[in-house]
């Protein structure tokens, strides 16, 4: 049981470049996040899915876009970066999808550098 | 939208002492208080969490208190170890079960030996 993995955990990018960040859960959990650490900025939500095929926006998704491939899948992909994404992006999922809040449980991260 | 504000941004303590972190939040529908440890180079890993229609919660060293009053809460770390030096996230959220976390920015905790 690996719980949630990342790919790639570390990446250079330049200014205009786009790649998709990968994120992967084996815990059949019914929703998956993206957030992004900066130093000194705690954890902000990017973008959210509640269930296979809806997405919804987070506190900061201006630059990104997503896609919940299947419900183990939930991939973060930047059209144009710029450095202001240069982050640290986190992938989380938990095993509810209403009710009442349950553990997120969080990925080792994916190390992101624009110059 | 929610806003969650923590202190201090660091925290040093010797060894045994005890540690605490506090949070207050803005959004009085908020309902879920997690806390989380993030290591060097890790994601963030809970550590206790409390809902709103409770006060209190122990976990063997750890407790978090919530006073929804003020719109705020707390973790205490007992009798501290050196594998407790790490930065410390409170966070919460005021939506149902798939919404996301509002976190505050973080307090290293250092403790010495």
């Known amino acids: 049981n690996a719980g949630v993995t990342q790919t790639p955990k570390f990446q250079v990018l330049k200014t205009g470049q786009s790649m998709t960040l990968q994120c992967a859960q084996d815990?059949?959990?019914?929703?998956m996040y993206w957030y992004r650490q900066d130093p000194g900025m705690g954890l902000r939500l990017i973008y959210y899915?509640?269930?296979?095929?809806?997405?919804d926006k987070g506190e900061v998704p201006n630059g990104y876009n997503v896609s919940r491939l299947n419900k183990r899948e939930f991939s973060l992909r930047l059209e144009s970066a710029a450095p202001s994404q240069t982050s640290v992006y986190f992938c989380a999922s938990t095993r509810a999808s209403g009710g009442f809040q349950e553990t997120q449980y969080f990925g080792p991260g994916t190390r992101l550098l624009v110059l | 939208g929610e806003n969650v504000e923590q202190h201090p941004s660091t925290l040093s303590v010797q060894e045994g002492d005890s540690a605490v972190i506090k949070c207050t939040y803005s959004d009085s529908a908020s309902n879920y208080f997690p806390w989380y440890k993030q290591e060097l180079g890790k994601g963030p890993q809970l550590i206790i969490d409390i809902r709103s229609n409770v006060g209190e919660k122990k976990d063997q060293r750890i407790a978090v208190t919530l006073n929804k009053t003020a719109k705020h809460f707390s973790l205490h770390i007992t009798e501290t170890q050196p594998e407790d030096s790490a930065v410390y996230f409170c966070a919460a959220s005021a939506g149902g079960g798939a919404d996301g976390l509002t976190f505050g920015k973080g307090t290293h905790l250092i403790i010495q030996p």
């Open positions: 899915s509640a269930s296979e095929g809806t997405t």
């Open positions: 815990m059949n959990h019914n929703s």
